[in-house]
């Protein structure tokens, strides 16, 4: 499985790219695996600010429906409009083109609170 170093992770297979106060977020590699062939993502919250781990959206795969939960707490300021048209971006370019949202984070404290690549692969047990 894929674990980016330059990545923060949540046990709920949530990947964070930060960049000052803006957190890009996604679902990992080891997520879009165990999900299968996905071909829907949901996310209603946008412009709303939500407080850590509350649901942000879902995605829909073949065989399932999971929930998005946000890792920090902020304001859904962007929604990756291209998964509309091609959610199966997320199986084939988790990390990159397959991003979900970005937020503006209210609480940097909370960064502390994620996990780094090592961890999260223990997590997995990869």
Do not use: C
Not at 3 to 13: A, G, Q, R, V
Not at 45 to 52: A, G, I, N, Y
Not at 104 to 117: R, T, V, W
Request: charged share 30%; hydrophobic share 35%.
């Amino acid at each position: 499985m894929n674990t980016p170093t330059n990545l923060k992770y949540t046990k709920d297979h949530e990947w964070i790219s930060i960049d000052g106060d803006i957190a890009t977020v996604g679902i990992t590699d080891f997520a879009q695996s165990e999900l299968g062939d996905i071909v829907y993502v949901e996310v209603e919250t946008l412009d709303q600010t939500l407080e850590k781990d509350e649901v942000f959206g879902t995605v829909e795969a073949v065989k399932t429906v999971s929930d998005l939960f946000l890792p920090l707490a902020g304001e859904i300021i962007e929604f990756n409009e291209d998964l509309e048209r091609n959610p199966e971006v997320v199986n084939s370019d988790p990390y990159g083109k397959g991003w979900m949202i970005k937020v503006k984070i209210s609480d940097d404290s909370q960064i502390s609170e994620l996990l780094d690549s090592e961890a999260y692969g223990k997590l997995i047990g990869a």
